[in-house]
């Protein structure tokens, strides 16, 4: 029987190992029912292990944890039975048709043959594949197999659904279709456990996030708690080109210090709590014939906090290093 808990998650000091590589080390985690839970960190972290851990694809080696109000060890395939895991890389199979795969799911989770063709026209229709339906997924682009992807994860709707790196080498336009997706389900009520390293993503989605580095939870809050926790404010710039973002560099650094260079190539950013500073600063750029789209003085991004409390900042690649993995056999 699950418990009436609000909680959709409740991880108590979570450890894996491989080998002498402490990949998870003391994870405590608490997701609320119905939000989006972003889980944050650079490559080999211990995100995905952790992932792995709460769907029951792998046993931990100490700690405790409840999804859903059931034990990931004692009551796995209860757990199973009631989430879904969207891995990194796409799951669907290329040779057949984008509704041949939805139809195979519904069938194999015991979908009635009628409903199961109705289920897959309905999900196809949702996620704007109608028209590509009978197309081999071999021809899909990237977003398109990873909208399919998260369709497969819903034909029985789960009540929580693990996302590991969604939208990992989408561009812009599918990543805003993906998170469009993750918050119509989030709407109808599924929880979302998002792992990610693309911070815009977290900021954008999240209700809470945790920051885990060397397999540790560093950090836990709102975005605005985490941007908050940082305890000073950014002046944000973004040039009308990003040509002109070396000079910029320069200029600003000698007015102050250290810069940040955000992931959009035309923009910087500079910790700076003191208004006539900032505003010395972006005058000592509008002399020097830097052209300037827009500035603003606020908060610092996620991807400043995320340089503060780790060290360094976010990845750019999100392939997740975790030792022998592929060689653990689930729970």
């Known amino acids: 029987m699950t418990s009436h808990s609000p909680l959709a998650v409740e991880a108590t000091g979570l450890v894996k190992a491989f080998g002498e ?3 998870v080390d003391g994870v405590d985690l608490t ?3 119905g939000s989006v839970y972003g889980v944050l960190g650079p490559n080999g972290a211990g995100k995905t292990t952790t992932i792995r851990m709460l769907a029951t694809l792998l046993r931990p080696d100490a700690g405790s944890a409840t999804v859903l109000g059931y034990d990931i060890v004692k009551e796995a395939d ?7 895991l969207t891995g990194q890389l796409a799951s669907v199979d290329e040779d057949l048709t984008g509704r041949e795969n939805l139809i195979l799911i519904g069938r194999l989770l015991g979908l009635k043959r009628r409903t199961a063709k109705a289920r897959a026209d309905e999900l196809l229709e949702a996620f704007g594949l109608a028209d590509a339906s009978a197309r081999l997924v071999k021809k899909y682009s990237g977003g398109m197999r990873r909208r399919l992807d998260i369709a497969a994860s819903i034909v029985v709707t789960p009540r929580l659904m693990f996302l590991d790196e969604p939208t990992n080498g989408l561009d812009p336009r599918s990543r805003n279709q993906v998170w469009d997706i993750i918050r119509l389900l989030v709407a109808d009520g599924t929880t979302i456990l998002l792992c990610t390293q693309y911070l815009e993503e977290a900021d954008q989605l999240a209700d809470g996030i945790a920051v885990i580095d060397h397999g540790k939870v560093i950090a836990e809050g709102t975005p605005g708690q985490l941007k908050a926790s940082v305890g000073t404010g950014a002046l944000h710039v973004r040039l009308l080109g990003p040509e002109q973002r070396p000079e910029a560099e320069q200029i600003l650094s000698r007015r102050l210090g250290a810069l940040h260079l955000e992931p959009d190539p035309a923009a910087l950013s500079a910790q700076c ?5 900032a505003a010395e600063a972006v005058a000592d750029l509008t002399r020097s014939g830097v052209r300037i789209a827009d500035f603003s003085l606020g908060q610092p991004s996620l991807d400043e906090v995320f340089l503060a409390l780790t060290g360094h900042p ?3 690649d999100p392939v997740e290093q975790t030792d022998a993995i592929e060689e653990e056999q689930p729970a």
């Not at 209860?78 to 879904?84: E, K, N, P, W």
């Not at 709590?273 to 500073?277: I, L, N, P, Y």
């Open 31 to 33: 997701v609320q029912s």
């Open 78 to 84: 209860a757990v199973r039975a009631a989430v879904s």
């Open 273 to 277: 709590s003191d208004a006539d500073r």
């Open 314 to 316: 976010a990845e750019g």
């Open 21 to 23: 590589t402490r990949a």
